[in-house]
């Protein structure tokens, strides 16, 4: 039955697709297969055109929007839910309320069961595992007319209507390229990836991005891989330090990479390694977000590089992302995405 007051939600929802697709099929991108583009249609003939606004977005109440981060005491996750507190005056400008949630991203199935139970809300930002069970929840959400946008680490595949961060995997092959030019062959020609067993997409886009430069580039370099640490400093201090002094040559080792948490057992376990051993050579380290931990790590030279994304930058852009969606403008999903910056102790603001 035609309704002249059809959304692109109510068009997504009878033809079993995501927003994302329905935009996409509206603004005739590419990327939809014909299947596709022909249910969007079919429902457009079904329900109408959407109500779909050109130029400033009509004003209305207001909109809520959830930001879901992982829980438990990580520094990056930390800051962001400070973040997302101080910039509540820019939401309220824009007319939209924010609550966050923290839930326990090391067990999915209930990291899964937290984002269902959640509602009344316009709009989801979402930090989370890449399971099938998170991807049938934002499925869900979607199909309740939920818009969700991932943000820093993705979950394709599910209905998401879109990612907003830094291209993991090209943050993973600057890390390569950078430690690769601190190598010295054959004397230093071997390169330590770190990484807790995660099942952060974004984590594991790094790693991969980081052994394709590898490979590609300088073959001739060694990489040794420690993919299981604990996510807690003492525990990363004593695996890495286990590995230094048994695992493999440190005296061959050029740079490491971690592509998570535990800068602070990293740097212990080498601070170990080099105690009465003046001539040692320290490896570069190279690690992800500028937290406070890592600017004073940067400024010691504990710290080669910290690879950092605009957080503040990513969290409006996620609402901004969602306020379009959710007043069906053309173009919301349109969002530029943050480059990867490279900090050092010499270009800190």
Do not use: W
């Not at 969007?40 to 981060?69: C, H, I, N, T, W």
């Not at 800051?79 to 067990?107: C, P, S």
């Amino acid at each position: 039955m035609f309704s002249s007051s059809a959304t692109i939600a109510d068009i997504a929802r009878h033809a079993g697709v995501g927003t994302a697709t329905v935009d996409r099929v509206l603004n005739k991108r590419p990327g939809v297969n014909a299947e596709t583009v022909q249910k969007v249609m079919d429902s457009l003939k079904a329900l109408g055109e959407p109500s779909v606004l050109r130029g400033r977005p009509r004003q209305r109440g207001g909109f809520r929007f959830a930001y879901v981060l992982p829980d438990g005491k990580i520094p990056f996750f930390d800051k962001m839910e400070r973040l997302i507190a101080q910039t509540a005056g820019d939401f309220r400008h824009q007319h939209i309320t924010e609550v966050t949630y923290r839930f326990d991203a090391e067990d999915p199935a209930s990291f899964a069961a937290d984002l269902s139970r959640i509602s009344d809300c316009d709009g989801v930002v979402l930090v989370a595992p890449d399971v099938p069970a998170v991807k049938l929840a934002i499925n869900d959400l979607v199909r309740a007319g939920v818009h969700v946008v991932t943000l820093f680490s993705d979950v394709a595949g599910s209905m998401r209507e879109v990612f907003i961060g830094a291209d993991n995997r090209a943050a993973g092959r600057t890390a390569g390229l950078l430690l690769a030019r601190m190598a010295a062959p054959p004397q230093r020609d071997t390169l330590l990836l770190l990484s807790q067993a995660t099942r952060m997409s974004g984590e594991i886009e790094r790693r991969i991005g980081f052994a394709q430069v590898l490979e590609e580039r300088f073959p001739h370099l060694k990489v040794e891989r420690l993919l299981d640490l604990p996510a807690d400093d003492a525990g990363v201090c004593h695996a890495v330090g286990r590995t230094l002094t048994q695992g493999l040559d440190s005296g061959r080792l050029a740079g490491v990479y971690s592509v998570g948490v535990g800068t602070a057992g990293i740097v212990l376990a080498f601070a170990a390694l080099q105690r009465g051993v003046a001539s040692r050579h320290v490896p570069g380290l190279i690690v992800h977000d500028f937290i406070e931990a890592h600017q004073s790590l940067l400024i010691s030279g504990a710290v080669s590089y910290v690879l950092h994304q605009d957080i503040h930058y990513c969290v409006l852009t996620a609402a901004r992302v969602l306020r379009g969606l959710c007043e069906n403008v053309r173009g919301a999903l349109n969002a530029v995405q943050p480059r990867v910056e490279i900090l050092t102790a010499e270009n800190l603001h």
